[in-house]
């Protein structure tokens, strides 16, 4: 099976100047948890996720030590939700994104998909963007896939 | 094996073996310094060379006091790693570090001064960047609570890191390597070089109010985030909080005892190491992993290394060109003390104080040893009571001043410092060269300035 046979239908795009608000409501209301981030004439900018949204709104001193999440503020995590809705994804966009060719094997996406965290890999023919191959939608292949005889 | 038997002289020595030992210790030397190469592998690979050529067997790089690797550092090192590594995972840190914001009231100057006194203490009995890394995260909490600027903090944090560092044997590895090279106690430190640090701290903080105080005012709203911390929440494993603390507690009297006890600081280090790896329940595997073991390779390979030159006669030799300059005697060393501070100090702020020290301990036990007259074939075993000359002594105490003080000068000067610079950036906070050294280089000269000022009324 190759990539192309794998790629999401309808995946989800945004352009770096989308508001993060409009981002978070796009992903609550689809069943993806990333989108790919396109210019005006179509070409690849990066990728952001849910993640990015967390990592954003997570203070650094909590990631090197988590046991001061205990003594923050009570109201903490809704203000800096706030300060991050009005940013764009320009500002928390990953622009260094592993890609892959229609024409890959799709077992070439399961290894991007185990050795990156990425849940996402973009679908470049030619430099230009084309789909996007997702782990739900590699998961819905392998539930209908049957042994090639 | 017998120490007798790895005796060389260094007379015996050819001048190709000279000069092979010399280019292979300035090629490393130049690579560590420049980064050229990482310092570890840079090390490593002289220390090879230095067996493999051969100019040290590998007896005398394994097992001899005087050319090979100084277990004492190293057990010291790797002990106190193990110890500050299980007491980092207490949370007894942190909590120390919410209840003494506390007690400033919120107020942000009286913490930054609390901070810095809690990480010169810090440092002074655990190594310098786990002080740094235990107080860099509540102080961007802190700041984050107060809504202030945390860069003063960081940045004053650093330097008061490399200043309370100075005050002990175990405080800077400097003052190991120095300690062990001149056979040197845990209460010698104390006598001699806490009180000019004590000194130095309190006029470090009269600076600190200076340049930040005025910067930094809060509303009341924010000093009661910090007042309404409940600091007990961060300790998530009070038996092992209060296993750390007894243990640190029994190692830090063991060290202040050593002298009485007659037990070097390396195994009473290594004694609390294994009491707390025994009686705490955590893995000793992923205790282990997080041992600075590219450290420890880094001091294997430079004793090897500066073993190597140290046989050839190298190091005899510029110290000789020392003793030309200086005209140290045997009533009267102050020329010397004074050059040894400031060409540490300076030297310190840019290159790495642990080779420099590495380098420089055996060219003062080798002018010792001409100065004297001792005419020892072997200057690192030099009797205790020329070691500790009331002469000699202001020297070692201006290399381990200089060396740790120095640090200050620019962010790379010391490892605390590129530490606090990280975590700053990886925190949306860029302290750049330039802004670090504004604080960074007045603090260097001030202290070394009180240094040398401290050296000539104590001991001339």
């Not at chain 1, 989108?35 to 990592?55: E, M, R, W, Y």
């Not at chain 2, 590895?173 to 010698?188: E, G, H, Q, T």
């Not at chain 2, 961060?234 to 909080?241: E, T, W």
């Not at chain 2, 280090?269 to 390779?297: C, H, M, N, Q, Y």
Request: charged share 15%; aromatic share 8%.
């Amino acid at each position: 099976m190759l990539v192309r046979d794998a790629m999401l239908p309808n995946p989800l795009l945004v352009s770096p100047t989308t508001t993060i608000l409009d981002f978070v409501n796009r992903v609550l209301d689809s069943n993806q948890t990333a989108a790919v981030v396109i210019d005006d004439k179509g070409a690849l900018c990066g990728l952001v996720s849910v993640h990015d949204v967390f990592q954003a709104i997570l203070p650094h001193y909590v990631s090197m030590e988590d046991r001061l999440a205990a003594v923050i503020h009570e109201g903490y995590f809704e203000e800096r939700a706030t300060a991050f809705k009005s940013m764009t994804v320009a500002d928390l966009m990953v622009t260094e994104v592993d890609c892959i060719s229609p024409d890959d094997a799709v077992i070439k996406a399961v290894g991007l998909f185990v050795r990156t965290k990425r849940k996402t890999l973009p679908v470049i023919k030619d430099g230009q963007f084309i789909g996007t191959i997702t782990r739900r939608s590699l998961l819905r292949k392998v539930t209908t896939s049957d042994p090639v005889l | 094996m017998e120490s007798g038997a790895l005796e060389v002289s260094v007379d015996a020595v050819s001048p190709a073996l000279f000069w092979v030992a010399t280019v292979i210790f300035v090629i490393a030397f130049l690579a560590i310094i420049t980064e050229r190469v990482h310092k570890t592998k840079a090390a490593l690979m002289g220390a090879a060379l230095m067996i493999t050529l051969p100019i040290l067997t590998q007896a005398e790089a394994f097992h001899s006091q005087q050319f090979g690797i100084d277990y004492n550092v190293i057990f010291l090192l790797i002990s106190m790693m193990i110890l500050v590594n299980i007491i980092g995972r207490s949370g007894v840190f942190e909590w120390a570090a919410i209840r003494s914001a506390k007690l400033g009231k919120g107020y942000p100057f009286r913490i930054m001064a609390i901070f810095i006194a809690m990480t010169a203490v810090s440092s002074a009995f655990l190594d310098n960047v786990t002080t740094v890394l235990l107080i860099a995260p509540v102080t961007l909490l802190i700041c984050d609570e107060l809504e202030v600027d945390p860069v003063p903090f960081l940045i004053a944090e650093a330097l008061a890191s490399n200043v309370g560092g100075t005050a002990t044997l175990i405080g800077d590895p400097p003052n190991i390597m120095v300690a062990s090279r001149a056979k040197l106690s845990f209460m010698d430190f104390i006598i001699h070089l806490a009180p000019v640090v004590l000194v130095l701290l309190v006029a470090f903080m009269l600076g600190c109010k200076l340049f930040f105080g005025g910067r930094l005012k809060v509303d009341e709203k924010k000093r009661m985030r910090i007042l309404a911390m409940d600091e007990s929440r961060v300790i998530q494993d009070r038996s092992l909080a209060i296993k750390s603390l007894v243990v640190l507690g029994l190692v830090l009297i063991g060290f202040t005892l050593h002298g009485i006890l007659h037990i070097e600081p390396a195994t009473i280090a290594l004694a609390g190491a294994a009491l707390l790896l025994l009686i705490s329940r955590g893995d000793p595997s992923k205790i282990f992993a997080e041992i600075e073991w590219s450290t420890i390779f880094f001091f294997i390979g430079l004793f090897i290394m500066v073993g190597g030159i140290v046989k050839v006669g190298l190091i005899r030799q510029v110290s000789e060109l020392a003793i030309l300059f200086t005209e140290p005697s045997a009533t009267d060393m102050q020329d010397l003390s004074i050059m040894v501070l400031w060409c540490s100090g300076i030297l310190s702020g840019i290159i790495d104080n642990i080779p420099y020290v590495a380098t420089m301990s055996p060219l003062i036990l080798d002018t010792a040893n001409a100065v004297f007259h001792e005419g020892a074939a072997n200057p690192a075993e030099l009797p205790i009571e020329t070691l500790h000359n009331p002469v000699l002594m202001p020297v070692w105490w201006a290399l381990a001043l200089g060396s740790c003080l120095g640090g200050n000068g620019t962010p790379i000067g010391a490892s605390a410092n590129v530490i606090i610079l990280g975590i700053a950036e990886r925190s949306g906070v860029v302290i750049t060269f330039l802004r670090f050294m504004a604080y960074g280089v007045p603090t260097m000269l001030f202290t070394l300035v009180v240094s040398h000022i401290y050296i000539v009324l104590r001991y001339y």
